[in-house]
């Protein structure tokens, strides 16, 4: 039998537009052809397990080979075949319609719009044509007493169809390689796109008679298979050279959609481990991306591992992605069990979890930022710490200082240090008071502390050196000043010279007697700002122009050093004030440069007075 006809589709030049833009990347050929090999052959042993296919299954590797000077790649399976009727049907017919509709609704499209649909069609066997410009197909049905058939196609709409005399079942696509695509007869080059695509297929594929793959990954096994040690182990052959990984969670779900998996939360080191160990997407254990962006919340891209699940579009492009329902459904999924995990370790093991807080906090409250409905699971164990390094809990923390650290209008005031190394002044003042100062320091925390502040109730946030000590937590007791109103005055006067910087604001406070002669604040709100406008400052932050840096230079009236300021001549009352706000600038890490030397100075002068 020889037949020769024509592709049934209304178009003459469906290849050029399936070659240019199919697929950006022309290597995913092999990854279709061979899952289609990989398909063929699950279907026989399925038909084998069912009763409907009685032969031996015998060897049922997928084999890749490639011929340089034949310009020739192969892939052969040995799985169910097809007869020239099924190629007909299944390689002109079907697989051919994904193709023409992908090129009819293309023609129609505006520019836009067409990048929307590329990749929309699976167009499997026919991007074998991206690198080749001759193709065929010799295959043999599973199916007693059928001929073998050998199928041609150049790219154009035509193909032949005879019958052939292979005598093994199964099927080799050979493809002739096109001169612009000399890449792929390269065998390296193959090795690495099997690597790359087919490391876990479930059916071994042999490249220059080895294996390449791992038919049986161990996201597809049941937890309760696996030891600690396979974990940790699969997740080196994933990111070789790696820190091991500090937990994991094993995913697997059938229903309203199909997902497994392995998420690993990284120790991580530094930031490129981010961008350089992906979470890879797997369909039915063939790669297909390590882009996962939007099927995985973009807060849990800090994890590594392995998605698998035949659910998601996978030749969608981003924005239709984003829109699709299983993708939605396999983010809150994904959430939720993320969520679950770490609420299950907190509980399980709380010192355990406090060891590892270091690690995972970050992760945690970008995660209570990002997704409300994370925070409500995750503010029961996000965690605390303060400058003795303990550890609270949200509730517990309140409950902890509320004794102590309730304003006089009720409201909670939790004192942070972002640098208790630079701040010491302040947090010993607050120790010293018997309020608690917690360890916020973190990147993300000044955004945490915004976010806590929204969602707990009467709870304000201050760092230790917002304000003197006193007025941190405004209570309803106040110091009697031993100043006049009119000293008052004139101490104000008389720092405001000596300081001589618009930026410093000058105000006479009645500070206890042991608290500092002079204390340098920046209000929080304004601190708050400056920070934002920093960070690039979103919002409305712009309106404010370029913030200067505005302190606040608290006098403190009781302290002794204000009685001598009064009370020498002109010259060295100026020279005292000077050197208490020096020392201020000092306590706070600000003093530097010629104010610092000229410090220096004037004591080793006073030293000697
Ligand atoms: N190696 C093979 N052995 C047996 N049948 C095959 C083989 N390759 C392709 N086919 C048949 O040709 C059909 C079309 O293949 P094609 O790769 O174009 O699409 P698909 O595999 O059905 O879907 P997709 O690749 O888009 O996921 C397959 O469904 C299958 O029936």
Request: charged share 25%; net charge negative; aromatic share 10%.
């Amino acid at each position: 039998m020889q037949e020769k006809g024509s592709i049934s589709i209304h178009t003459e030049n469906i290849f050029p537009i399936i070659k240019k833009f199919l697929y950006s990347d022309h290597e995913i050929f092999l990854r279709e052809l061979v899952s289609n090999a990989v398909d063929a052959t699950q279907k026989l042993k399925s038909l084998g397990q069912l009763g409907e296919f009685k032969g031996e299954l015998g060897e049922l590797k997928v084999k890749v080979s490639v011929d340089k000077e034949a310009r020739t790649i192969t892939i052969s399976d040995r799985g169910l075949g097809m007869t020239a009727e099924e190629i007909k049907k299944y390689i002109n017919q079907i697989a051919f319609s994904g193709a023409t509709e992908f090129v009819e609704q293309y023609k129609e499209k505006d520019t836009a719009a067409k990048d929307q649909i590329i990749g929309q069609f699976g167009l499997g066997f026919y991007s074998a044509f991206m690198v080749a410009d001759n193709v065929e197909i010799f295959s043999k049905s599973y199916k007693d007493d059928t001929e073998g058939a050998h199928w041609t196609c150049d790219g154009s709409t035509e193909f032949s169809l005879e019958t052939t005399d292979k005598a093994d079942r199964g099927t080799d696509v050979v493809l002739h390689v096109a001169a612009d695509s000399d890449e792929f007869l390269e065998a390296a080059r193959l090795r690495t796109i099997l690597t790359k695509y087919c490391k876990f297929l479930p059916i071994e594929i042999e490249f220059e008679g080895e294996v390449i793959n791992q038919t049986q990954p161990i996201w597809a096994k049941q937890p309760a298979e696996l030891t600690d040690e396979d974990y940790t182990k699969f997740y080196q052959e994933l990111y070789p050279f790696s820190e091991p990984p500090l937990f994991w969670i094993h995913l697997n779900v059938d229903y309203p959609f199909n997902l497994t998996g392995i998420l690993y939360f990284p120790k991580v080191k530094d930031e490129l481990q981010f961008s350089r160990n992906k979470i890879q997407l797997y369909s039915r254990q063939v790669f297909i991306t390590d882009e996962v962006k939007d099927v995985v919340p973009e807060f849990l891209m800090l994890l590594h591992g392995v998605i698998d699940s035949p659910d998601i579009p996978l030749n969608v492009s981003r924005s239709f992605l984003q829109a699709d329902a299983a993708v939605k459904k396999i983010n809150t999924y994904i959430t939720k069990k993320v969520a679950d995990k770490l609420a299950e370790l907190y509980r399980k093991d709380r010192t355990g979890f406090e060891e590892k807080w270091s690690d995972i906090g970050l992760f945690v409250k970008y995660g209570m930022l990002s997704d409300d409905k994370f925070y409500d699971k995750a503010k029961d164990f996000v965690l605390l710490q303060n400058t003795a390094g303990k550890f609270f809990t949200l509730s517990e923390y309140q409950e902890f200082v509320q004794a102590n650290q309730k304003d006089k209008n009720e409201q909670t005031v939790v004192l942070y240090t972002t640098d208790a190394e630079t701040q010491h002044s302040f947090v010993q003042a607050a120790l010293d008071r018997g309020y608690d100062v917690l360890k916020l320091d973190a990147v993300l925390d000044s955004h945490f502390i915004g976010q806590l502040e929204q969602k707990l109730e009467k709870v304000t946030f201050k760092r230790v050196d917002a304000d003197t000590i006193g007025k941190l937590i405004e209570k309803d007791e106040t110091i009697e000043s031993v100043l006049s109103t009119e000293d008052k005055t004139k101490l104000q006067e008389l720092f405001t010279k000596a300081i001589s910087n618009p930026s410093m604001n000058v105000q006479v406070e009645a500070l206890s007697p042991q608290d500092a002669p002079v204390i340098i604040t920046v209000p929080e709100f304004m601190r708050r700002m400056k920070d934002m406008q920093r960070a690039g400052g979103g919002g409305g932050m712009q309106m404010f122009g370029s913030l200067p840096d505005t302190y606040t230079v608290s006098v403190n009236a009781n302290h002794p050093v204000a009685q001598r300021v009064l009370s020498t001549d002109d010259e060295a009352s100026q020279k005292l004030a000077r050197q208490a706000f020096d020392l201020a600038l000092l306590a706070q890490g600000l003093l530097k440069g010629e104010a610092l030397t000229a410090f220096v100075k004037r004591s080793a002068d006073l030293l000697t007075a």
